[in-house]
């Protein structure tokens, strides 16, 4: 379907470091004239060199600070007339002039790895921004510690896996601090209502326990899954939204029966209360020790799915429900191998993903748990089927995905 034999792209275009030969490079490749597979290779190309060229640009705010700091009449104040240098050059409002250069220091002081990896076109500014912003609660030994563990993949994460990895470690580096910043924001949940402009309204829960809304969430999901059937023009989303509306009024059709299952991954040394090492709830991510004890504890109404994990291996050494319901056998055992849907990017929680034949049953693909694995509605029918891409399972338990265009990409089904 795709013509691969079209321009020719330089072989060694993956090769290049970022500079004035990749430009030279890009900028003789017409991509009208490339095959698709090769659209991709320069795609990538072109954004090292424009993750380079960020780098350079925030290299270049910090040296203005530089040069106000030499300036005794300035030095007081560097930052602040720094600032004022590039919101004028850059047509900034004040407020981005701030916020960027804000982090272009944080990169050079707290976070040089971020930096340098920019600057080589290995991670992009969504992704720096990500690390710097979620280690800027840490002390800066801290702040380094962790950039020391996710720098290495980050490119090879989304942003939201790099962010769920790099909260989890701020979990694991400093569990007291985590714990006292979750107790103060906790005490600061709230309701808030925003008007639109189209004449609606938005209603956000702000600081709320991750534990009791991942229930609710997985609560209303039931509920609304519970009203489809014949007649039932609306979407899912249109669904979840009148259900919340109907629980909250105490109306409606969705008000009662069922029950949520909360899904847990944590560890027995923390379970036992002699570590505080943080738990994985499917749906939100990582949450501290004292939520995971929490869930393990306080849903006497919902069933919730535990596994624990050896922590010398990572991988699960036992699973079970608070509940003596039926359950699929090799569904469960599918769940507790794989967290989440297996598709390149995805954090859909497995709990929440079709069960994938790897070898579809019309054609006799067997219905064992070597032959299925997790994926999200959309990666599952729209995406595999739908546009034709193939994984197949790897030895150390990863997942290697062919696209459309031929590229591979290597995934697990484990949170980051």
Sequence with gaps: MFDNDLDWVPENLERVPPGYVLAAMLDDIDIETCSGYDR??????????????????????????????????????????????????????????????????EMRRRAPLVWEALVLGSIDVRRARVIVNGTVHLSDAEAR???????????????????AKVRKLCLYIN???????????????????????????????????????????????????????????????????????????????ATGGGSAIVDLQTDLTTLAELADNPGELAGYGSVIADVARQVAKMQPDAEWRWTVIDPDTGRPMGTGTTRRRPTASQTRQVQARDRTCIFPGCRMPTIGCDIDHRIPCSE???????FLAPACRYDHVTIRHGMGWTYIPLDNGDYQWTSRLGHTYTTSGQPP
């Design 40 to 105: 991709i290779r320069v795609l990538r190309a072109e954004q090292r060199m424009a993750s380079h060229y960020s780098a350079r640009s925030y290299g270049t705010m910090t040296a203005v600070v530089d040069v106000m700091t030499e300036d005794p009449d300035e030095a007081d104040f560097a930052e602040e007339a720094a600032a004022a240098e590039i919101r004028a050059a850059l047509r900034l409002t004040r407020r981005m002039a701030d916020v960027e250069l804000s982090f272009a220091l």
């Design 175 to 253: 569990p007291q601090e985590a714990k006292a910043r979750y107790e103060n924001a906790v005490d600061d949940r709230r309701i808030q209502v925003e008007p639109t402009e189209s004449g609606t309204s938005n209603l956000l829960g702000i600081n709320l326990p991750p534990h009791r809304l991942a229930a609710g969430l997985k609560r209303i999901n039931e509920l609304a899954r519970s009203l489809s059937g014949p007649g039932e023009a609306r979407t899912m989303d249109q669904r979840r939204a009148d259900v919340l509306l109907d629980l909250l009024q105490g109306t409606g059709q």
């Design 364 to 370: 006799q693909g067997p219905t064992e748990v070597d």
């Design 145 to 163: 510690d962790v950039v020391d563990h996710v720098i290495a993949d980050a490119g090879q994460l989304t942003t939201g896996q790099l962010g």
